[in-house]
Structure formats: structure tokens, C-alpha cells
């Protein structure tokens, strides 16, 4: 990325003045870096510093000053932004930043091999979503796909069973027939494993008829 002024007024409109990285002093001296030939600018007229992540304008103590956005610059750095015109005496010069451009990838989704439902065995189960010739064991609760026992991913916490859970979404897995055949989901067990719960809870408690 390089950052130009483009002269705007005087002789020399038109021409472009490429800025390279740290300090830049313009000025109508022979010594600075950019020699422009106008009586209004003084030998050392101002400064452009620039950075990676900015662009700085000082005024040199010139005679006519150093103009920024239509303001005379203090002693001070004033930072300038791409579009900026700056005046110098009698020449105006543009400031030009080119942005740079960032690409973001086409991002597709890889279709795995595991996506298409597995077939079913010849007794009715439902294949395993790696091996088709397999007996899935377990339900995904998250994504609904079957695995067998070997891919599943077991986590075992001290002093309880063990926990299932998807390969492929790291979701909760069920056991048993009513999860894995025919697709079944958990609404149904969840709705019986609340009533047990319920029932379980009516019998701690004993209804005694208020006294009048």
C-alpha cells in the first residue's frame, strides 16, 4: 500500500508525489525530500510521517502555513485521512491512501460420505452411520444419526455411568431399540421418564384434609 499526493493547483498539477514509509518533508529546498519550486512554500514546509497503521501531517514553522481540511495546523502532528486536501501556501495537493483489498474464500460445504442415511439390516435395525453392516446402538439426540458401540465417544465420570456422545456433532447419544429403530426421537421417553419422576415425588408426600 503506498500513499500519494497528487498536486492540485500550480505548475506542477498533476504530478504525483509517492510517500515512503517514516518522514517526508516537503519544501521548496533542494534538500528535502520533495522539492517543489513555488514562492509561496517555504524551504522546509511540513512533514508527512507514515506508519503501518497511519498518516501524520507537521507544520515546518512555514511562513504561509500548513493547511489541513480547511484548518491551519497547529505545531503539533494532526493525523490526515485518504481524500484529505492539503494546502501548502498556494498549492492544494490531495491526499490518496489505496485500501486494501481482503478477500474472503468461497467457503462450501464438504459433503461427507456419513451424511446419506445408512441402509437398513436385513432384521429391520438401523445400520450403523460408518458401518453399514453394523447394528447402531446408539441414537444421536442432537443430529439423529445411529452409531454402533465402537464410534460413539464414551466419557466416564468418577461415580456415574458413563456418558455418550455424537461423533460427528458431539451431541448426547441414547441407547437402546426405541432410539435406534425406525427413527425414533426422544419426545416420547422424555415425556415417561417426567411422569416416573412425578409419580416418584406423590409418593413422599402425604395429603392431610385441613382442619376447620
Do not use: Y
Not at 34 to 60: G, M, N, P, Y
Request: charged share 25%; glycine share 10%; net charge positive.
Amino acid at each position: 500500500m503506498i500513499a500519494r499526493l497528487v498536486i492540485l493547483s500550480g505548475d506542477c498539477t498533476g504530478v504525483e508525489l509517492e510517500l515512503r514509509p517514516g518522514r517526508n518533508v516537503i519544501g521548496r529546498d533542494e534538500r528535502a525530500d520533495f522539492a517543489v519550486r513555488e514562492e509561496a512554500i517555504s524551504s522546509q514546509h511540513c512533514e508527512i510521517l507514515v506508519t503501518s497503521h497511519a498518516i501524520k501531517v507537521r507544520d515546518l514553522g512555514s511562513t504561509n502555513g500548513t493547511f489541513l481540511r480547511g484548518n491551519r495546523l497547529p505545531l503539533g502532528p494532526v493525523e490526515a485521512m485518504d481524500g484529505d486536501v492539503l494546502i501548502l501556501g498556494d498549492i492544494a495537493m490531495r491526499l490518496t491512501v489505496p485500501t486494501a483489498e481482503v478477500k474472503i474464500p468461497e467457503w462450501r460445504r464438504r459433503v461427507e460420505e456419513d451424511d446419506s442415511p445408512p441402509p437398513s439390516l436385513p432384521d429391520g435395525s438401523v445400520a450403523c452411520q460408518n458401518h453399514h453392516d453394523v447394528s447402531a446402538a446408539h441414537r444421536c439426540v442432537q443430529c439423529g444419526k445411529a452409531w454402533c458401540r465402537e464410534c460413539v465417544k464414551e466419557l466416564h465420570l468418577a461415580g456415574g455411568a458413563p456418558r455418550l456422545f455424537c461423533p460427528a456433532c458431539s451431541g448426547r447419544c441414547q441407547s437402546g431399540d426405541a432410539m435406534v429403530r425406525g427413527g425414533g426421537s426422544a419426545g416420547p421417553r422424555r415425556g415417561r421418564a417426567k411422569a416416573k419422576v412425578w409419580e416418584t415425588l406423590k409418593l413422599g408426600f402425604t395429603w392431610r384434609k385441613p382442619k376447620r
